[in-house]
């Protein structure tokens, strides 16, 4: 391998007779003046000057080519590879055109490719086509995991990529883009089987209820143990979690009853007149009841008759009371505005909101688990809106208290790891979530907050917010809006860029502020496996599979089956099984299975026979 | 815009109708009426087909094959202040990192012994210089045949060139290969006989008087594949110990010529079948094998300008061999 052609500073062209080379490899070009400088692969090409490329001229045919190997001169022996190269670090001067260039060992390229221990990091995958220099690679970075290739698992071949999840005290945040099907929610498992590895406070907000950590992905070998089974635990909004009325904020009750049904200007209006901070459920429930009771009766005087004729002292107080609202607030609170509120708290109460708190979230985060949250999109926007506040501001009460020498109640710092990211702080307008979100990314950083932000739609995604993410991992992304987003905000290079529509399921560029370049990476095969990965189509394949089975078990020994005699064979298996068929619809099925093959129709003059 | 002179554009036109006068006759010829003449005049055409992969095995078995080409560049003005540098190779096809490279040089400054300067110019110029390059030529082969000692030696160019310009060593190199029972044929990409010509006139066939090259007779006529092997004693290559056939060897129109020695004659089948194997079918219709050959051998004019400012002092450069013209800017 040689140096070939004219070089720069930053670039140069190696030429070899024999080796082929592969983009992201890593060369040391041996340069008589300056020395060792490492490169990367950015383009490879091989090129044979007795087969070109001419449309017009003499093409080679293959006929030929076995000809003149017959004849003894094998022509593909004169193929030669060319790679370009550019320099990871800028040389002082252009490279000598004729440097010999090799291969570098492992130790020359541990500080560029491995930054941190293997149980200390996130062992995220492995860096591509470095098992050259894998070989003679420290015993802790071998055997850290499997890749899953074309239906298969893998052993390692290539230096692990390591992500040193404490370079995010530096460079905080993470993104991860990439189109459906290129492997992004795969790529999220594996983080947060990591962090579930690492015991780190994570909270997941999952809209898909895909984020389940107790499967074993059929391809792992069932022996091994699970050992994120106990590290994270599945929460419901409405079910296991819910929001403390008397913590909301009057923002935040809009914010949810937003989110229960679109809120008109002067139903939010109402809100911010009748909700009084610390209010719990039933005070302000009763309160928008009263007014609306107050306002059926349709006036003034029609209440106080109401006083005077009440039956109790306690129905006149009632009434009292609902007066004196009705005075207060019947002109500034139209009823239709007033039912419509009473309409959007029932119907989040069902859901079971405000019967739960936020309580178990914290607890899980004290211990260190990934704490995942489910709901449905609209639902979390607005219960992380609420949640995030709440944690986020007891972290920065205890940090802030830390500075100030005052005590406070600990709090650990924690990452907040979000699928679909762009529903949660969208572009260009406003999303309950998102001033939130906006914060953490500028300041959490200071608390211990981190953001990993799933998207697949990176320029549907908040400016501020993106350019705050540190670390971007850069799956398959088809779309040219999208590709030109990742390119404004990460340092990936032109030739990088144009591969993007085309890399694999799971491979990915992981774009790092940290290291100041861009590693080609593929993610490893996860341990555990999402609870809807069944194909719907095997599903409703093996449904159907099962009915014919079960009915052709229920009718196997009536047969055969005369077809003036269904009426009693109906009833004989209602007395046996307590399945009944309408008459239709028991020979519908049976004519389906004379279809299919599992029993025969024969015709006499009278009915059908099946048998 | 170029601004074309009226003139020129007239000159033009009458090359055009000169030449249509000229060939009219013969483009107009009917295809069927002039295969049948030459199936009874020239020679029977047959159609071939490739050889297979055992078949041509064989030829690597005993020895492969010798490719052989020249090249030359010239460097410098008119007489005689240029130099001709000129490089010959034998490539052998089984041991293709042993080229043997044979080079030569020529400037009318330094005319050698037997060169006459007082011969008339340009005439006596042209012959060195066509001796010179087919002599590195014929003794790259001669060497390459005893080194390798091959079953056939491929000359890029007709036979009977080197019989006429360097006859000596081609006798030598003749007499080589028939001792060694080597096959060697030449082929030629653009033939310059007039065979078939000379008899149409002979025949009557052609009512005007002109001299018409097979080149241009034979475009289009033979098939893929198809061949002419003329007849003994209808060329005068025959009287010079030379058989010769014409053949279509790729689906281009154009037709190549393959030269061999008549002792070797029964050969002629074989190889021109071998050729047709080792012709790409949408090619020019040379064999990939040789062109190989030729793009070794070739070097490019920056190369010897390179060399030659290299090796050359500089005073003697620009003294001889940098013309005037070569300054212009404009």
Known sequence: ?611 | MYNVDKGLKKTIIQLNRILSTKYGDVLSLDKKTFRDFIHENVGTITKIQRLNRENISLCAQKGGILGVDGSNNRMGGAYPHFVEIYQGLALSSIEGNRPIFKTDFYTPLYPEEGDNPLEDLSEGEESIRKRKLSTIEVEAALEGIKQFNPYAVFMDGSLIRYNIECSDIWMELREECEKRNIVIIGIIEDIKTSIIGKLLSEHGLLEREGHFYDRELLYGLLEYGEMILIDEGVTKKSDEGFSTLFMRSSQSPAVIGIDILDSQREYLEYMARLILSLTPEDGRGIPLWLDIVDREVRIPNQMIKGLLESYLDREILELFFVPERDKRTL
């Open chain 1, 1 to 611: 391998m040689k140096v070939v052609g004219i070089t720069t500073q930053q670039e140069v062209y190696v030429g070899s007779k024999d080796k082929n080379f592969r983009i992201n490899e890593f060369l040391i070009i041996e340069d008589p003046h300056q020395g060792d400088l490492m490169g990367e692969v950015v383009e490879a090409k091989t090129y044979n000057k007795y087969i070109p490329l001419s449309i017009h001229g003499d093409l080679a045919d293959s006929s030929v080519i076995e000809s003149l190997k017959a004849i003894g001169y094998n022509i593909e022996e004169d193929t030669i590879y060319i790679a370009k190269i550019t320099l990871l670090n800028e040389a002082l001067y252009p490279i000598e055109t004729g440097s010999d260039v090799r291969p570098p060992a492992f130790h020359e390229v541990k500080d560029l490719m491995v930054q941190s221990d293997a149980d200390e990091g996130l062992v995220l995958g492995v860096i591509k086509n470095t098992d050259q220099m894998a070989g003679d690679m420290d015993e802790q970075y071998k055997n850290l995991l499997y890749t899953f290739e074309e239906g298969k698992l893998l052993d390692q071949k290539d230096i692990p990529y390591i992500f040193n999840i404490r370079d995010m005290h530096q460079y905080p945040h993470i993104g991860v883009f990439g189109g459906s099907g290129s492997g992004k929610s795969f790529g999220l498992r594996v983080i947060l089987e990591e962090l579930m590895k690492l015991n780190i406070p994570t909270i997941v907000l999952d809209p898909h209820f895909e984020m389940d950590f107790s499967e074993t992905e059929s391809y792992m070998d069932k022996g091994k143990i699970n050992m994120y089974k106990d590290r994270f635990k599945c929460m419901q909004v409405g079910f296991h979690i819910g929001v403390r009325f008397e913590d909301l904020s009057t923002q935040d009750i809009k914010n949810l009853l937003d989110a229960s049904g679109k809120l008109t200007d002067s139903m939010s209006n109402v809100v911010d007149i009748l909700f009084k901070r610390k209010d719990s459920y039933n005070s302000f429930l009763n309160r928008l009841n009263m007014l609306v009771e107050a306002q059926e009766e349709g006036s003034l005087d029609r209440i106080n008759a109401r006083i005077a004729g009440a039956a109790s002292d306690l129905e006149r107080e009632g009434w009292q009371k609902r007066k004196e609202i009705y005075l207060n607030y019947d002109n500034i609170c139209p009823y239709s505005s007033v039912r419509g509120i009473i309409w959007r708290l029932h119907r989040l109460n069902n859901e079971g909101i405000f019967s739960k708190d936020i309580r178990p979230i914290e607890e899980g985060l004290h211990m260190g688990k990934l704490i995942v949250i489910q709901g449905s999109t609209r639902i979390l926007q607005v219960f992380s809106t609420y949640l995030l506040n709440n944690l986020y501001g007891k972290r920065r009460g205890y940090k802030d208290a830390q500075y100030k020498h005052t005590a406070a109640e600990y709090f650990p710092p924690f990452i907040i790891v979000m699928d679909e990211a762009h529903n949660f702080a969208p572009k260009g307008y406003d999303s309950p979530s998102k001033s939130i979100l906006k914060e953490i990314s500028q300041e959490g950083r200071k608390y211990g907050s981190f953001l990993i932000l799933a998207t697949q739609r990176p320029t549907l995604l908040d400016e501020t917010i993106t350019a705050q993410l540190n670390t971007k991992f850069i799956f398959r992304t088809v779309r040219a809006s999208d590709i030109q987003t990742i390119k404004e905000e990460t340092d990936i290079t032109e030739e990088e860029s144009r591969r993007l529509p085309y890399l694999r399921t799971g491979d990915v560029f992981i774009s790092q502020a940290s290291i100041g370049r861009t590693i080609f990476s593929r993610i490893r095969a996860a341990i555990t496996t999402s609870p809807h990965t069944e194909n719907p189509f095997d599903e409703l394949k093996s449904r159907v599979e099962e009915d014919e089975g079960k009915f052709l078990e229920l009718i196997e020994d009536k047969l055969p089956i005369n077809g003036d005699d269904l009426i009693n064979v109906i009833k004989e298996i209602e007395e046996d099984t307590g399945i009944t068929y309408s008459f239709e619809f028991f020979k519908e099925k049976l004519d389906y299975l004379v279809d299919k093959g599992y029993i025969q129709k024969e015709k006499t003059p009278f009915f059908d026979v099946y048998k």
